[in-house]
């Protein structure tokens, strides 16, 4: 019976093997990292629902074809195919993605825990704008690992295995987008809290 500790790999197994709970199990159990990473990269609801579908399309496909061969890797193996299907879009659209916040991904949400008063709150905001600029403005590279780490959560690993880099790639690039946005944090001399 597939339950939440069911490990990626058995339920893979499973669905092969002709369970169709195991398939669902594993888009619950993954759904809003992977949903998250999309729509981070697209902003657009439909557009996102859209790829996602596909996204799993293309796993049902590939699994009932028994030509998944990287088992214990589901999820990095998924974001893959989500990934493709994103750079496919924007090839279709012929527009290259921008960074937008959004108010459920501020970046200053990960910077402080305090109420501001009015002054603060007139500062950050200036400071918000001026980091949206900066982000808009890293190399995609840079954008991709630091939208990737900071608000899908990924680890260094994972966003490795998608992006198709070595680890110390994607550090190196994270680190030089952080960088980069220290530059306007210490303009402002805002005091980073935990």
Known sequence: MANVQTPDAILVKSYVAGDENALATLINRHQSKIYGFIYSKIS???????????????????????SYNEEGKFLPWVMRIAHNLIIDHFRKTKKMPLFRETEEFSIFSIMTDNVPNVETQMIIS???????????????????????????????????????????????RMRYALMNLRKVIEKHQIILTN
């Open 44 to 66: 657009d609801r439909d557009v996102s629902d859209d790829i996602f579908q596909d996204t799993f399309i293309k796993v049902i496909k590939t699994l009932k074809s028994n």
């Open 126 to 172: 200036q400071v918000e704008n001026d980091l949206k600029k900066l982000i808009e403005e890293l190399p995609n590279d840079q954008k991709e690992v630091l939208v990737m780490r900071i608000y899908q959560d990924l680890s260094f690993k994972e966003i490795s295995d998608i992006t198709g880099v070595s680890i110390n790639t994607a550090l190196g």
